[in-house]
């Protein structure tokens, strides 16, 4: 961002794609008003006409698959081919929430003692997101489309890397018959950002991206009393347990940390590998890990793209070679190379320990951490050892024993067992300590932002 402007620069070509303009306070003024506008209209559709213009965005995100996939790919160097699923993903999103809203944020008839009653899920307003860029449709769609289901109007402060996507996901809205305005999308700094938390008529704010930019708007947000849902970065760990099926477990962690270049909240990030498959599961992960070069994210095979920006490669350089200071081990990557474009190689650190940005922080790129434990037990205390609790995973033969450290245990919003996943229309999607609180996507992230108001009739 330079002083009036936003400029998207491709990170495989560094070169600019587009510069927009900041929108000045009036603007920004008239497009929360607008939405709002939109909105005393939009909350007076029937949940089944709103469920029928959901769908029809379902439909539009399909036809215009393509173009979006590629404006994703140049704007922040994602794999076409990851880009392509996340369109899938958007639009079985608008598929589950057409069908399941209707039912969900049906009115919900209570008994009572001496009276009759029933409670609404009410629209609240205008709800306000903040996005980041890693998955520029998927994250704007993920709470808008609950959202206006619920029948509020919706604004988008999306990520400065991927703003002409945030355009494009407009522009495809109304085109599939979402009133105009409805959805606004703001060209904002983050003062400006304040102030539109501020706004009269602004009456929810969710967010995703790091804990350092959540806890500063959940500050301003808590200020004026606004309800926030918070999506933030995580560490997780993959537990590799005594009885895991080494091979399942070697694969499904490779593939889980490099998906999308190694920068998603959910990659598996943090990898916990008992005494007895340590010293086998870092050889093999290692093998795997080198054998990913790096290439044009635009060309289909290509395995690893390049970060979405340079302050981001150098930063999970720094991390990497700051926790090799502290005693990690590194044993594939590690180098920037030497070539156009934000590049960094799969990296594998293994000896990661407390103390080390590998161990601690999170690595928000293809670098990979692994971590001995003594046993079993050591290693479910290892995984919890984190500021983060977004989500995780764990191998196991025993299933069952998985299911109780996974219910029990693991404390994050989400754990998957003998797999990778990121995410699905009807689970919600979640975390609990620094990874942030609320949830979206199933029935409970279609009432973040309704009023669940109690009504009752005297007999
Ligand atoms: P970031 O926090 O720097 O930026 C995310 C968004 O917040 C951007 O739109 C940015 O402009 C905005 N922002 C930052 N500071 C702000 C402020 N003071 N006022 C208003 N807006 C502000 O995050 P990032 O580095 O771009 O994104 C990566 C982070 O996002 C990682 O930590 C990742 O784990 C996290 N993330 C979490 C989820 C989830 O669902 N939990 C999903 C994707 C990404």
Known sequence: MTDKRIMTVNPLTEKVIETYAIMSDQEVD??????????????????????????????????????????????????????????????????????????ELADDQREVDGATAFVTHSPIGVVYGIQPWNFPAYQAVRYSIASLMAGNGVLLKHAESCTGSGIFLRDVYESAGLPQGLFGVLRITHDQSDEVIQHELVRGVTMTGSDKAGRHIAAKAGEVVKKTVLELGSNDAYLVLDDADLELAVKTCVAGRIYNNGETCVNAKRFIV??????????????????????????????????????????????????VEKGAKLVV?????????????????????????????????????IIRAKDDDDAMRIANDSRYGLGGGIFSKDVEKAKKLAATFFDTGMVFINSFD???????????????????HGPEGLKEFVNIKSIKIAA
């Open 30 to 103: 008239a497009t929360v008003r607008k939405s709002h506008d939109a909105f005393l209209d939009w909350r007076l559709r029937s949940l089944e006409d709103r469920a029928r213009v959901i769908a029809a965005i379902g439909d539009k995100l399909r036809e215009k698959k393509e173009d979006f996939a590629q404006l994703m790919t140049q704007e922040v160097g994602k794999l076409i081919g990851d880009s392509r699923d996340e369109i899938d993903l958007c639009a079985a999103i608008c598929d589950y929430t057409a069908k399941a809203g209707p039912v």
């Open 333 to 369: 990557g590690g180098q920037v190379p030497d070539r156009k474009g934000w590049f960094y190689p799969a990296t594998v650190l293994a000896d990661v320990a407390p103390g080390q940005a590998a161990y601690d922080d999170e690595l928000f790129g293809p670098a990979a951490s």
């Open 422 to 440: 990121v995410a699905t229309p009807n689970l919600p999607f979640g975390g609990v300590k620094n990874s942030g609180y609320g949830r979206e």
């Open 274 to 323: 008992t005494e007895k498959n340590y010293d086998a599961f870092v050889k093999a992960y290692a093998e795997q890990f080198e054998a990913i070069a790096i290439g044009d994210p635009t060309e289909d095979g290509t395995k690893l793209g390049p970060l979405v920006t340079r302050e981001q490669r150098d930063k999970l350089h720094k991390q990497v070679q700051e926790s």
